[in-house]
Structure formats: structure tokens, C-alpha cells
């Protein structure tokens, strides 16, 4: 079983940063692949950013280039780090976490994180 608790999300203005955080808690996050997801009103869920627990990381083409995922094992925490933040970048945010394939689509959800960007 793995407890997923994300934050850092917020009310940016266009062009802006945030950086998002996901602890976890419960099991070898060292083994699992990380992922996160992002669902705006009206549309489906959708894979933002993914990293193995390899390092091999893996991107929309939507946020190539501004987002950038890590991870750090010992601290049981991975990050999104989201520069040039545009208005359609707003969402919920949701980490999710795999031991078994990569991308993740595993059963393990955080609660999310709302991520506003607006002027």
C-alpha cells in the first residue's frame, strides 16, 4: 500500500513557476514508477510528466521544455517543477505511483492539487 500527499499548487500568473511536490509513504518508493497526471474541467486525465525509478523521465509534448520531473529516494518525494506556466496549463494535479510499468497508470493516487494560472 502507498499514501500519496501532493502540494505546492497554487494561483500563478501567466509566465510563471511552481514547483509541485509528492510524498509518499507506505512502501519501497524506490521501486516505483512516478508519474503525474493533471485533469482540467470538461476533460479527460491526462499523463503531464513520468519518471522511472531509473531516472528515464518522459513528457507531454504539451510541456516539453517548461516541466521538468525529478525524484529524490531518499526523501521519498518526487517533483514537478513548472516554468512558463500558460493559462491552459490550470488543473488539478495527481501524482500516481507504479512498481509495475512505465509509464504509470498504477491504482495509487494522491488527492490532488489545484494549479491556477491566471492573470
Known amino acids: 500500500q502507498v499514501q500519496l500527499v501532493e502540494s505546492g499548487g497554487g494561483l500563478v500568473q501567466p509566465g510563471g513557476s511552481l514547483r509541485l511536490s509528492c510524498a509518499a509513504s507506505g512502501s519501497i518508493f524506490s521501486i516505483f514508477a512516478m508519474g503525474w497526471y493533471r485533469q482540467a474541467p470538461g476533460k479527460q486525465r491526462e499523463l503531464v510528466a513520468a519518471i522511472s525509478s531509473g531516472g528515464i523521465t518522459n513528457y507531454a509534448d504539451s510541456v516539453k521544455g517548461r516541466f521538468t520531473i525529478s525524484r529524490d529516494n531518499a526523501k521519498n518525494t518526487v517533483y514537478l517543477q513548472m516554468n512558463s506556466l500558460k493559462p491552459e496549463d490550470t488543473a488539478v494535479y495527481y501524482c500516481?505511483?507504479?512498481?509495475?510499468?512505465?509509464?504509470?497508470?498504477?491504482?495509487?493516487w494522491g488527492q490532488g492539487t489545484q494549479v491556477t494560472v491566471s492573470s
Open positions: 500516481n505511483a507504479d512498481p509495475l510499468t512505465f509509464p504509470p497508470r498504477g491504482n495509487y
